[in-house]
């Protein structure tokens, strides 16, 4: 497990990603119906969650507010959404199983 972690740690430092964690599936299994991490795959053990920091300038644009925010909320996900799937794909190249959520 461990090297998988460095290479995701990797993954994330390439990608101006700084914020990582992981945690058991099992912390999330009291939450309703459709936001377990079980609903998703019946045999999920771990959560990996990451994300990355927005400028404040963003949330504090007074010319075009609406349009800036949605702008770079595009940029944003676009991102993200590209290193959840080669994340899983990593892990996935490990034996395991792996499920992008997205949200």
């Given at each position: 497990?461990?090297k998988?972690i460095e290479?995701l ?14 945690a058991k ?10 936001y377990?991490?079980s609903?998703?795959l019946?045999?999920?053990?771990s ?5 990355l920091p927005?400028?404040k300038g963003?949330?504090?644009c007074?010319e075009?507010?609406?349009?800036m925010?949605?702008?770079a ?7 993200i959404?590209?290193v959840l799937?080669r994340?899983?794909s990593?892990i ?8 992008p959520?997205?949200?």
């Amino acid at each position: 497990m461990g090297k998988i972690i460095e290479e995701l740690k990797k993954l994330f430092t390439q990608n101006n990603i700084p914020i990582f964690g992981i945690a058991k599936a099992s912390s999330l299994e009291d939450e309703i119906s459709g936001y377990r991490p079980s609903d998703m795959l019946s045999s999920a053990q771990s959560l990996l969650c990451f994300g990355l920091p927005v400028p404040k300038g963003i949330f504090q644009c007074q010319e075009k507010s609406e349009w800036m925010y949605w702008r770079a909320a595009n940029v944003y996900y676009r991102n993200i959404d590209a290193v959840l799937i080669r994340a899983c794909s990593m892990i996935e190249e490990k034996g395991e199983i792996a499920v992008p959520v997205f949200g």
